[in-house]
């Protein structure tokens, strides 16, 4: 049976993420690239704010618009991954759900400097395209995910010691212990 249909005859809708892990692997994959990413991102930032601060009779207001920047977008990345890993690991298709919608904006976005970047640079546009497509896939892994998990109505803990501590966490009139 093929891929589709074992989605339902979804073609946008995946059964597994790449090299053969599920859909929650590969989500958590995507995350701590994520994470990696946006931690290179805050340290570049980070080291170069301080290399030309300290450096005398430098003026260095641009490059500190630019690393600040760097550092802001970072840290976004970081938070960012976070909610993907805590959404994929508590099966919280709500934060799934943020994540998606984030990555579409920043997609959007990225559609808009890879036009920029064509018209003003040519071919150095390729590096948004592949950021694009590679971005798009990683999409579609998370949305699956989140797909699988409204399909599934799994949201939030799925064995008892998630269940417990749950429980705690977020009280409703349902699962409130009497003292």
């Known amino acids: 049976m093929g891929e589709t249909e074992k989605s339902g005859g979804n073609l946008w809708q ?4 790449c090299c053969g892990c599920t859909l929650k692997t590969g989500s958590l994959i995507i995350a701590s690239l994520e ?10 930032g980070f080291g170069f704010l301080i290399y030309f601060n300290t450096r005398p009779r430098y003026d260095s207001s641009n490059e500190n ?6 550092l802001a977008i970072g840290v976004f990345c970081i938070a960012h991954a976070a909610t993907l890993i805590h959404g994929a690991r508590k099966r919280r298709q709500g934060f799934l759900l943020c994540w998606i919608i984030i990555q579409t904006i920043v997609l959007v976005l990225s559609v808009i400097g890879g036009i920029y970047m064509l018209v003003t640079m040519g071919t150095a546009a390729i590096i948004d395209f592949l950021y694009l497509v590679l971005g798009l896939y990683f999409l579609l892994v998370v949305k699956s995910h989140r797909q699988e998990l409204l399909d599934s109505k799994q949201d939030g803990p799925v064995n008892e010691m998630e269940n417990k501590t749950y429980n705690n966490m977020y ?5 409130e212990q009497k003292v």
């Open 35 to 44: 994470m990696i990413g946006g931690l290179i991102y805050f340290g570049v």
């Open 14 to 17: 995946l059964t597994m993420c």
């Open 171 to 175: 009280p409703t009139k349902h699962n």
């Open 65 to 70: 618009l630019l690393y600040g920047i760097m």
